[in-house]
């Protein structure tokens, strides 16, 4: 981050003291967070969960964002991997959930196309289109924000699927657009631009519809889509405080 936009977030924490936003991860609060997000008009258009400008939604301190926030207080409140023995792969790691994902109980494998970037993980190179896991290996596969840059998505979610111990769940966040069916890939473009207009982002292949839970359900997956408001993980008020999205449900893959 550039030095002069890091000093105006530290004058918008200044500005902004308060208790109504609470972020889980440094457990600061204040009036209202930061504004975060790329504008993209058809997120916009067919209204995407997990993606796209919003406001009031970045800490100012340690730049955690809503999508991450609800992945925290999922594994808090709705799991038993701070309990309970569990192996964890972690693919193409999110750094705030990977940083507080750890304790007696955790074991974090993080898996990535890309290690150079994770190198503090001590990083295992993976394709998650292809494996090299043994069938039924972990408790736990997060793969959060990767499918969408994926060519064969449909191998990614069997091998997921495989590498999954029965009784165990995935976590597979996409940017999701809720008021579209079906799924738009044009693996005829070629330009950044045309990906972008079409896909959302130039590194996208596609921009999931709700036909995203059909694929899931092909690759063998039972679906939970899990929201916090109308599941009550906590409190509304409580919700409002760390501004999770309504629109984003944590997408639970259970491979029972
Ligand atoms: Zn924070």
New binding site residues.
Partial sequence: MKPIKKLRNKIFAIINPGKKVY?L??K?TYRKFLHEGVKSPIFKKYKVAGGGYKLNVQ?P????VDRSRLLYLFFQTRTEVYKKPTKILHISPNKEIANVLTGPTITQIVGTIEPEQYMEYNPVRLDVQQMDFKDNEFDVVICCHVIEHVDDDDKAMREIYRVLKPGGFAVLQVPLAINLNKTIEDKTLKTDKERKIAHGQVDHVRLYGLDYFDKLKAAGFRVVRDNPYTNKWLPEAELQRHRLDPIEDVIVANKD
């Avoid at 301190?61 to 955690?64: A, D, I, L, T």
């Fill in positions: 972020c991860y440094c600061k800490c301190n340690c730049y955690s």
